[in-house]
């Protein structure tokens, strides 16, 4: 299979970018000129939904995050380190599965544990537009777009003078203000700027955060073959928060504080782009990037520390004693910063049937974490029958300490291209081969407790994976209106440095020399290597984009079998320090889906709607993973629908409104055995469905300036942002804002 791809590549010229798009309205079709944009990403043959600036302004966005919430087939995910985005089913491992690109160059984290992926570290007020990309895209993007690609597209291309500012106040004292533009100095230098600050406290009591975002760039063309670009941005967020809560507080009180989660983010993004066009039919280009994102976390946590021991000479029996200290406060200080750099080369060329590209991208990352947990002193246990108290040096606490460098370095090639058979059919082909290399190492301690030696553990990681992947497409025009396309696509995803190891209970404790043999501890955990693998994916998808009784309609059904799928069990508590998990390699997977969308133009009504529909099912179970055959992956909805509105009152005032529904899933964690001798228990968890209904006004007061004002979910669904089978994090209920904007 790996020859005949490779073959078919080649035999169809291979390697080039599809880049001109269909724009259907209600009697023509538009072929968009080629552009000499090379930020722009290349279109393959698939149903791609994109936002609109004019969209993002009528209602009340606040950052990329909420925009993407409201998207047909989008599911953003809420985790104690910050959002992701799951397309197609991603569920849990959605972070290496879709990638999401600001102006061509991938934003996506290379490690997981304490990153955040920063789609709202980009002023809203400088989005052009923001692309939906289902699906694939493995040959084109290399690792981590298997899911789709979220691609957003700023405002540094127009080369335009323009403005836009905004000021909005909303529930919770949410204070948020911003604006953007860009001015042409003359006809060769072009600045764009962008700023954005919000405060607001939170849902919750005692609950605050701050977040300001600097953009600034410029793009300079040199003559009319030659032109490059400079743009920056930075971003500082201040959460002072609080952890998840147990389930059974929120059922009386939904703004319940929990123990303290404060956290400071800085994002760092440097991108300079070259463009030569030394003739008419060829663009070579390429882009270096480096990103930064500094993470400091101070957080605590309740906990049960269970000790069970024996006298020493005795090791089994009725001897042994177990020792429970109860809701035991620990604090956590940590530290996260990720440095990433990369090269991205392409050349594309535009021949008489159809367009070829070849590329290569390079990238390099270095993540490192520090971190340090100390619980109060431990004293007084219970046994089980009777209380009792540590003496003598065996009275303090449990103290763990975690210091991570970890590589991750890929170089890929890629071809694509497309040929035009005839004037209404085209075929694209493509290959990429890519090369990854983890070095680095993971220490764990000194960690001390009663009973304990101090003990430190290190972990080094060695390795290197090829992967390669390959598509073949059909596209037909087959009328003035409509267009169907069939894919294959086989793809790949590389495992995230901090994967390839696993952080379980330590049942091996240096002995110390006293009255107790080396005792059994629930919250002693230690780094052991494990053998992942990089997943395979084999994808075919169908689809169809027309125009139906005045209604633009478009279908797609997709198959995906995954084959190492890489899962993660946890044992769902928020604290990382005495949070355990796993990572392993599901035998096969499969996802299967329909994505609809639709839009309506008639009067002074305008209707949008979308339905995805997916069924995820376990093929091939792994023992090792705790998985069976038939199981669901897990965080993946079987449903979301999302429904768009707005009716025009008069050339002035409008009605905006959005319904959006997402069905119930499930969640997988690992629950401490009794026995502590034994293997954590699995235990599955069900996250109920819930709609969300968002209601508000708008006002042109003139060519220049508007006013918004309304509600979101105005009904006061009740809701999770996350849960576990013992803790949530509650969404807001009903809120209010106003909002003023000014654009020239």
Not at 481 to 486: C, D, I, P, Q, V
Not at 729 to 738: D, G, H, I, Q, S
Request: charged share 30%; hydrophobic share 30%.
């Amino acid at each position: 299979m790996k020859k005949l791809l490779a073959l078919l590549t080649i035999l169809s010229s291979i390697i080039a970018f599809a880049e001109d798009t269909i724009e259907l309205d209600q009697t023509t079709i538009k072929s968009a000129p080629k552009s000499s944009d090379y930020t722009l990403i290349p279109k393959e043959q698939k149903n791609t939904y994109v936002i609109t600036q004019e969209k993002i302004r009528e209602r009340n966005y606040k950052n990329v995050e909420d925009v993407l919430r409201d998207a047909p087939g989008v599911t953003i995910q809420n985790t104690a380190f910050g959002p992701r985005v799951d397309m197609r089913g991603s569920g849990e491992k959605s972070l290496s599965r879709v990638k999401v690109l600001i102006d061509g160059v991938s934003i996506n984290p290379t490690e997981e544990t304490m990153a955040s992926l920063p789609i709202n570290s980009i002023p809203i007020e400088t989005v052009k537009k923001i692309e939906i990309i289902p699906g694939g895209g493995a040959t084109l993007y290399g690792s981590g777009s298997v899911g789709g690609v979220v691609s957003i597209t700023t405002n540094s291309n127009v080369t335009k003078n323009n403005f836009f500012a905004d000021l909005n106040y909303g529930s919770f004292d949410n204070r948020n203000f911003g604006f953007a533009g860009g001015y042409n100095i003359n006809k060769h230098l072009y600045v764009n700027y962008g700023f954005s600050y919000l405060n607001s406290e939170g849902y919750r009591r005692e609950e605050e955060k701050e977040n300001k975002i600097y953009l600034l760039g410029f793009d300079y063309k040199i003559n009319p073959k030659n032109r490059f670009r400079f743009q920056t941005r930075y971003s500082k967020f201040k959460d002072d928060g609080s952890n998840q809560v147990t389930r059974q507080v929120l059922e009386y009180d939904r703004k319940e504080v929990g123990l303290n989660l404060d956290a400071v983010t800085k994002d760092k993004s440097y991108t300079f782009d070259y463009e030569y066009r030394p003739t008419q039919n060829l663009i070579m280009a390429g882009t270096l990037y480096k990103q930064e994102q500094d993470r400091n976390f101070k957080t605590e946590s309740l906990d049960d520390i269970r000790i069970i021991s024996s006298p020493a000479g005795y090791t089994h029996g009725s001897y042994k004693e177990e020792m429970n200290f109860y809701d035991i406060s620990s604090k956590m200080t940590a530290k996260f910063e990720e440095d990433k750099k990369g090269l991205k080369l392409k050349s594309k060329y535009d021949y008489t049937k159809g367009e070829l590209i070849l590329g290569y991208d390079y990238q390099k990352a270095v993540n490192k974490r520090d971190s340090f947990v100390q619980s109060e002193t431990l004293k007084s246990y219970n046994t089980g029958y009777t209380n009792g108290v540590l003496r003598g040096d065996d009275v303090q606490p449990v103290i763990n300490r975690v210091k991570v460098n970890m590589e991750k370095e890929s170089h890929s090639f890629y071809a694509f291209n497309k040929f035009d058979v005839i004037d209404n059919l085209n075929i694209t082909t493509g290959f990429r081969t890519e090369i990854t290399k983890y070095k680095g190492e993971r220490v764990n301690g000194p960690n001390t407790m009663p009973y304990v030696a101090a003990k430190t553990t290190e972990i080094s990681t060695d390795r290197k994976l090829e992967n390669y992947a390959a598509e073949f497409g059909i596209l037909s025009k087959y009328s003035d209106t409509g267009r169907a396309f069939l894919r294959y696509e086989k793809g790949f995803v590389t495992p995230f440095a901090n994967q390839l190891t696993d952080k379980v209970r330590d049942n091996s404790l240096p002995k110390k020399v006293g009255f107790f043999d080396p005792p059994q501890v629930n919250v002693a955990s230690k780094y052991v290597d494990n053998n992942l693998k990089s997943e395979k994916t084999d994808t075919v998808e169908l689809g169809i984009r027309d125009y139906f009784g005045g209604s633009l309609f478009s279908a797609s059904v997709f198959l995906t079998d995954t084959k190492d799928e890489i899962t993660l069990i946890s044992s769902g508590v928020t604290n990382p320090a005495v949070n355990r998990w796993k990572y392993r390699n599901i035998g096969k997977t499969r996802r299967m889906g329909l994505e609809l969308e639709a839009e309506q133009n008639f009067g002074n009504w305008s209707l949008s709607e979308s339905l995805t529909l997916l069924n995820t099912k376990v093929l091939k179970a792994n023992e090792e993973a705790r998985l069976e055959k038939g199981d669901k992956v897990p965080l993946v909805p079987r449903v979301k629908a999302t429904l768009g509105i707005k009716y025009n009152f008069t050339d002035k005032v409008a009605l905006v409104g959005t319904y959006t529904y997402f069905s119930k899933r499930e969640t997988r964690e690992i629950r401490e055995s009794q026995d502590l001798n034994k293997d954590d228990d699995i235990i599955k968890h069900t996250i109920g469905g819930y709609g969300v209904t968002d209601l508000g006004v708008l006002y042109k007061a003139d060519a220049y300036s508007n006013i918004k004002v309304g509600s979101k979910n105005i009904f006061g669904k009740k809701y999770n942002l996350r849960e576990t089978s013992l803790e949530a994090l509650p969404a807001p209920e009903k809120t209010y804002y106003l909002e003023m904007n000014v654009r020239f």
